[in-house]
T-cell receptor
Framework: AQTVTQSQPEMSVQEAETVTLSCTYD???????LFWYKQPPSRQMILVIR??????QNATENRFSVNFQKAAKSFSLKISDSQLGDTAMYFC??????????????FGTGTRLTIIP | DSGVTQTPKHLITATGQRVTLRCSPR?????VYWYQQSLDQGLQFLIQ???????AKGNILERFSAQQFPDLHSELNLSSLELGDSALYFC???????????????FGAGSRLTVL
């Protein structure tokens, strides 16, 4: 079974600064995907960024980028130029491409990020 | 609006009762997933359906059941409710069937269940 660990329950950073959220995972699979989801106070789950394990290049989406270290099973999220709207719970998630039609997300426990004005 | 519709948004009921949560997936999505999020916890996978058939099961209690109908909407039935069942229940959908690429789940806004 796969496990996802987020060791930072809470973080806070000043607006416009850069912050990095940590995530490690454990799997015996070689082909898988990693995701970061954001859950703002509205509780909606919003996809932030995703990474395919077979791609060595780190994914980037505007101010959001990841540092994917496959050997270390590490998948951190970097938020640059943080904005007040980035205040949310951030979940790291893992999906193994095991069988077609049998793919689910396994989530970490989340990191509550607060952006301070 | 994510395109995944969940009803009801809020539900308050008593212990021992039975409720049904409904989910309409995004247009074109064949797979539906149910997740439970207890207060300030991570999301726990309950069950997945693909085109009407159960495809994966997580730690879903025997008191809970689900199904996906021919029109692809899904229902999660929770019975003999206990206080600990109070949670936010998310439905997500995905296309699957793609030749390549990640299976991206799109989440609904959730149904908040309070058991008193």
């Amino acid at each position: 079974a796969q496990t996802v660990t987020q060791s930072q329950p809470e973080m806070s950073v000043q607006e416009a600064e850069t912050v990095t959220l940590s995530c490690t995972y454990d799997t015996s699979e070689n082909n898988y995907y990693l995701f970061w989801y954001k859950q703002p106070p509205s509780r909606q789950m919003i996809l932030v960024i995703r990474q395919e394990a077979y791609k060595q290049q780190n994914a980037t989406e505007n101010r959001f980028s990841v540092n994917f270290q496959k050997a270390a099973k590490s998948f951190s999220l970097k938020i640059s130029d943080s904005q007040l709207g980035d205040t949310a719970m951030y979940f790291c998630a893992f999906m193994a491409r095991i069988n077609f039609g049998n793919e689910k997300l396994t989530f970490g426990t989340g990191t509550r990020l607060t952006i301070i004005p | 609006d994510s395109g995944v519709t969940q009803t009801p948004k809020h539900l308050i009921t008593a212990t021992g009762q039975r409720v049904t949560l409904r989910c309409s997936p995004r247009s074109g999505d064949l797979s539906v997933y149910w997740y439970q999020q207890s207060l300030d916890q991570g999301l726990q996978f309950l069950i997945q359906y693909y085109n009407g058939e159960e495809r994966a099961k997580g730690n879903i209690l025997e008191r809970f059941s689900a199904q996906q109908f021919p029109d692809l909407h899904s229902e999660l039935n929770l019975s003999s409710l206990e206080l600990g069942d109070s949670a936010l229940y998310f439905c997500a959908s995905s296309v699957l069937g793609r030749a390549s690429g990640a299976n991206v789940l799109t989440f609904g806004a959730g149904s908040r269940l309070t058991v008193l």
